[in-house]
């Protein structure tokens, strides 16, 4: 054995692909497991981009020069920026092809007004304002949905590796690009009017990832309401409450504040008064103390504009903000 280890000295100085044994047997190395799934995460990027690499053919299409494969067509939905330094193609599970030029936009300027408002995020109610408005989410329709179940149905019947398993697969796939398309579209224009209208916007510190956790369990300690908990969780991804949260940090850099979210929705704004009764249901908060009736999604979104957070002794918190870009110091007069 000592002999044959003097023989294989070499092996030590060898790439690292191949890890020796202790009697001086080379081993082949793990390769790492590939997470990506087809049609997800599937896509390339180019960098050191040219500005005569991208021309415009006419009002609705435009080519961009990609190595190896010479000009492209994509649909011109808007300009370019002329900063851009790189663009990525994407392929997404809908089977459609997308191209980003990386770019960091302007942000939106505010009214100057020093307005503030607060924004309550719900499933019932996608976002609601301290002025009063109800925000929803366009989702699929009554049809949709029901094509979606449907097909859902056929996909689970289907057998693995079949032509028909593969349209289902792609019928599916473009139903759900399709929410995710109005879920978007409806984030972005929503973040960019309340970026323009206030000064001051404040929203609930939530930790979106911890509250979309699996309540599934392990085998020896299995889980309870599992089926509510995803029901519960799957609505709170479908109202895009991240998305709105981190599109308005963008737009309005500097302006959004992170408030503590204890008890914003069982404090009256009237009176400040705390209790769960006061929160009779869903969409009715009539105050226990006071008889101040409101929304409960308002009267929690009046709460968060105020920057109130309270305490579970019952005191007022200092509603701190967290993701804030340093401001500049006043000039001294």
Known sequence: MASRARDNAWLGGAVPAAHPRAGGQPVARRRQRDRRKAGRNEGFRIVHLKQRDVRRLNRHWGEVKI?????????????????????????????RWHIAFAAIPAPVDGPGTGEAVGIDRGIAVSAALSTGEMLRVPGLTAAETARLRRLQRILARARRGSRRRRKVKQAVGRLKARDADRRKDWCEKTSTDIARRFDVIRVEDLSIKSMTRSARGTIGAPGRNVAAKTALNRGIRRSGWGLLARRLEDKARGRVQRVNPAFTSQRCS????????????????????????????????????????????????????VNREPQPAPLAS
């Open 67 to 95: 190595p190896k494969a010479g000009w492209v067509r994509f649909r011109w939905s808007r300009a370019v920026p002329g900063n851009a330094k790189s663009f990525r193609v994407t392929y997404d599970r809908a089977g």
């Open 270 to 321: 009237a009176c400040g008064h705390v209790a769960s009764e006061s929160r009779e249901s869903q969409a009715l908060f009539r105050c226990v103390a006071c008889a101040y009736t409101d929304n409960a999604d308002v009267n929690a979104a009046k709460n968060i504009a105020a920057g109130h957070a309270v305490t579970a002794r019952g005191g007022l918190g200092i509603a701190r903000p």
